[in-house]
């Protein structure tokens, strides 16, 4: 596996462990990643409610959650450490100041067009910004805003394809298109970047995501242009990761048949496990009183059946029977926990056997 070089930063394994909320990648396993070798991501999703002895405001504790769980990484790593934001988030803003203020290494953004967030950065900061996009169109449009309003160029950008876990920037009939896959997607993206590449004189890395499972997958994906990947999946089954035991196991048990795609009250499609919590929604036997939180700008509370934001910080808890487990397209290959350390070893080696077999031919 080749370095991944974004700006001044350094990766020696080209993986960046995917943002995942609601409190499912905190410090404890954006620091395992980084010391590992990789990037390290904590997801700014939810904070206000794993830190509410912050403030009774959501917002704010979100902000101080925030700012202590960058904190909390640094002191256990001297790692590339990254915060994933979603540009859905009402308070989208502050929280990029807050994760610049606390000295992140790189913020990337998705789950909506971040053509704002140059704005965010102050001079001088350091932070790199990685726009989260599922097709070149998409980073067509970031680039003309980005360049064109703020001579900013992208640090890198991370390319989503369908497979992925969590919020999908597809709809449903591109989701079971077998002409819409990740290996179809990073071709045309590389090629939009490397045309701005050339017109702007700066490298901007391609990071692929959404169903990369094994070392052989990071082979592959990387001979199609890409410079490293993105996985949340495999890094959930890991005993660093910060989601409750309840919630792996809900990976371990997970068939094939379980994982569905979901419709989330955010107003995108997604993919989770099934389970009751997810069948007494489509009887529609759930219904939020209330919003308490106003955390997602397409989060409307009349037309919502449940509150994503109380479902998955059940989950994260493994209190599944008010919840869900979000998940990638391979999360029913889930066979043990492992430690982050072991699983990037076996990715390693995985890889360096698809060389081999390679070579021999």
């Not at 999703?45 to 403030?55: D, F, N, P, V, W």
């Amino acid at each position: 596996m080749k370095a991944l070089q974004i700006g001044d930063l350094q990766a020696r394994v080209p993986i960046v462990q995917g943002g995942m909320g609601v409190g499912i990648s905190l410090s404890g396993l954006a620091a395992a990643v980084a010391n590992e070798g990789g990037i390290g991501v904590i997801s700014a999703a939810g904070l206000g409610l794993i830190h509410k002895e912050y403030s009774n405001d959501f917002d704010e504790a979100s902000r101080r959650g925030l700012a202590e769980e960058l904190r909390r990484a640094r002191a256990a790593t001297k790692g590339i450490i990254g915060v994933n934001i979603m540009v859905a988030m009402n308070d989208f803003a502050n929280l990029v100041r807050t994760a610049v203020a606390a000295k992140a290494d790189i913020i990337f953004s998705g789950a909506g067009l971040p053509l704002n967030l140059p704005s965010l950065l102050p001079e001088g900061a350091r932070t790199k910004l990685a726009p989260i996009v599922s097709s070149a169109r998409a980073l067509r449009l970031i680039c003309r805003s980005w360049i064109g309003k703020y001579g900013y160029v992208p640090d890198a950008v991370v390319v989503e394809g369908p497979k992925a876990g969590g919020h999908l920037g597809f709809s449903r009939e591109q989701l079971s298109d077998d002409n819409c896959t990740l290996e179809q997607i990073v071709p045309e993206v590389v090629s939009a970047v490397r045309e701005i590449e050339r017109e702007q004189g700066r490298r901007i890395p391609v990071i692929a995501a959404g169903g990369i499972y094994t070392g052989a997958d990071i082979y592959d994906i990387t001979a199609l242009g890409a410079d490293g990947v993105q996985m949340g999946t495999r890094f959930v089954a890991t005993e660093e990761c910060d989601a409750s035991p309840a919630f792996k196991q809900a990976y371990l048990d997970a068939t094939e048949e379980a994982i569905e795609i979901i419709q989330s009250p955010v107003g995108m499609p997604g993919r989770a496990i099934r389970n009751t919590f997810l069948d007494r929604v489509k009887e529609g036997l759930t219904r939020p009183r209330k919003c308490p939180f106003h955390c997602i700008r397409t989060c409307d509370v009349t037309r919502s059946p449940y509150c994503i934001m109380l479902a998955l910080y059940n989950a994260f808890r493994g209190k599944l029977e008010q919840g869900y487990a979000f998940c990638g397209s391979n999360a029913w290959r889930t066979e043990r926990i492992v430690s982050v350390r072991e699983l990037i070893a076996s990715l390693k080696e995985e890889f360096d056997r698809k060389v081999a077999s390679l070579q021999q031919r």
